[in-house]
């Protein structure tokens, strides 16, 4: 089986990559303590913080080169890019003497504001140029699937974890098989 990965994967924040609605349930300001890795607290302590298996997901991605996006409809979308560019993301396993990243240099595409996710991807499309097709979505609200009317693959998720990446990349890959066999056959062939 191929490990092929869709060219762009984008990911809501709220309830998708933390356990928060960044624009109700955190009271700014927001900072990190040091050099803590993983973890934010605002005005009242509250932790901000990614679900326990994001950060090796956004390491994989970036080693596979695929963009990452991040897509929320956040009315505090400068709070959300606060966040972002405060929360340090550690290095992968096995490369603990390297620095933490902050999370914000992982994403290469941000739609961050109010409004229907279509708005979201058809600005991704524009910026990057990358068809829809090659594009796979984790979203907590099934009301987002409206996306696949584009043609993006989209994955419902009450907090991304390896297992539901790994089931949004099979159902990304199942509803693309020939692009995904045309791949494995030119990778064969080089």
């Given at each position: 089986m191929t490990s092929r990965l869709p060219k762009l994967v984008a990911f809501d924040l709220d309830y998708t990559l933390w356990d928060l609605w960044i624009d109700t349930h955190v009271d700014p300001p927001i900072r990190r303590d040091g050099d803590t890795v993983n973890e934010l607290r605002?005005?009242?302590n509250r932790k901000i913080k990614f679900y326990r298996e994001v950060p090796e997901i956004l390491?994989?991605?970036r080693e596979g080169g695929v963009t990452i996006a991040a897509c929320?409809?956040?009315h505090a979308p400068d709070?959300?890019?606060q966040a972002l560019r405060l929360l340090l993301v550690p290095p992968p396993a096995g490369h603990k003497n390297?620095?933490?990243t902050p999370a914000v240099e992982f994403f290469d595409q941000l739609e961050i504001y109010p409004g229907s996710k279509m708005k979201h991807f058809k600005e991704l499309h524009k910026k990057t140029g990358i068809p829809y097709s090659e594009m796979l979505f984790?979203?907590?609200e099934h009301?987002?699937?409206?996306v696949e009317a584009l043609g993006v693959t989209f994955c419902l998720s009450r907090g991304v974890s390896d297992r539901e990446f790994e089931h949004g990349l099979a159902e990304w890959r199942r509803r693309h098989p020939v692009e995904v066999a045309d791949d494995a056959a030119a990778t064969r062939e080089e």
């Open positions: 605002d005005r009242n390491h994989r991605l929320s409809r956040t709070l959300a890019r390297e620095a933490p984790f979203d907590d009301r987002n699937k409206e």
